[in-house]
């Protein structure tokens, strides 16, 4: 229902946005249905006192008393009509916008009871606010009834196996009477306040929330920031690691021994200390015996 009270809310803000002065134009405009410059005679840019003199020329000659038409009267009101939009300039300037944009292609329910009954803004807003209202509590009423109706007929398919001993009967009134009925106060005259209040309650709660988010978001971005600061630290480290074992590397750091054969007993190995200066010595070989 919220959303309903919004779109009456922008519908009447914009039958508002045209006043009298453009209602009457949008009238003439419509009723007369030819450019109002060439029925007077007169260009775009005439001045206000070549509108007035053209005025004079054709009441003599539009005048339902030397007018033979059949016509002659709706002749001369629209004669009269298109000087009275002409010869004021802020009417006049109105007009000119139509003849450059054309007329407006929506129609409100407050514009056609005036183009029709000549009413003004605020009583067709009235009587508008007055059907909308019946209409919705005879709306609410409508789906009462039938929500009862479609909840007497699947009670009664389901207690036809019940006798009236069992209670089903009290139980069903029960029911029924717990289905909500419509009121009064879930119409217009009552809804549009309690929206009002909603809205204006609600711009607190909204700043609030819109604090919170933003501080929200202000600390996410300090976490982030400190995240990438700490990768960037942990990298520098490890690049700073890496050149100082290459600066070691070429700045000749201790060598690695060379391997060497572990000895053997028995004197099958020996080192090249070991070796007596006469030259190489037979060393014997001990034979085992196989099992």
Not at 43 to 66: R, V, Y
Request: aromatic share 8%; with cysteine.
């Amino acid at each position: 229902m919220r959303y309903i009270l919004i779109v009456l809310f922008m519908l009447t803000c914009s039958a508002y946005a045209w006043d009298d002065d453009d209602l009457e134009v949008f009238d003439v405009v419509e009723e007369v249905n030819q450019n109002f410059y060439e029925l007077m005679g007169v260009t775009q840019e005439a001045s206000s006192s070549e509108i007035k003199s053209a005025f004079k020329k054709l009441t003599l000659k539009l005048h339902p008393d030397k007018n033979s038409a059949p016509d002659a009267d709706i002749q001369f009101r629209n004669l009269v009509s298109v000087h009275n939009i002409l010869k004021d300039p802020g009417k006049r300037e109105k007009y000119n916008e139509v003849l450059k944009n054309g007329l407006p292609n929506w129609r409100s329910a407050v514009y056609y009871y005036r183009h029709v009954r000549k009413m003004g803004l605020a009583e067709g807003s009235i009587i508008l606010f007055i059907i909308i209202t019946f209409g919705q509590y005879a709306v609410g009423w409508a789906a009462y009834l039938e929500k009862r109706f479609t909840a007497e007929q699947i009670l009664n398919s389901r207690g036809k196996k019940h006798t009236k001993k069992s209670g089903f009967d009290t139980g069903l009134a029960e029911i029924l009477e717990q289905l909500p009925k419509p009121s009064i106060k879930d119409t217009l005259p009552f809804q549009i306040p309690r929206f009002i209040w909603w809205s204006i309650t609600a711009i607190p709660r909204g700043i609030v929330e819109l604090k919170r988010r933003r501080k929200e978001m202000a600390e996410e971005a300090r976490r982030q920031k400190k995240r990438e600061e700490e990768e960037q630290q942990r990298a520098e480290r490890e690049a700073a690691a890496a050149a100082a074992a290459r600066a070691a590397r070429a700045a000749g750091g201790p060598r690695r021994r060379r391997w060497a054969p572990p000895a053997l007993e028995g004197g099958c190995l020996l080192d090249a200390a070991d070796e007596p200066a006469q030259g190489p010595v037979a060393v014997p070989v001990r034979h085992v015996s196989p099992l």
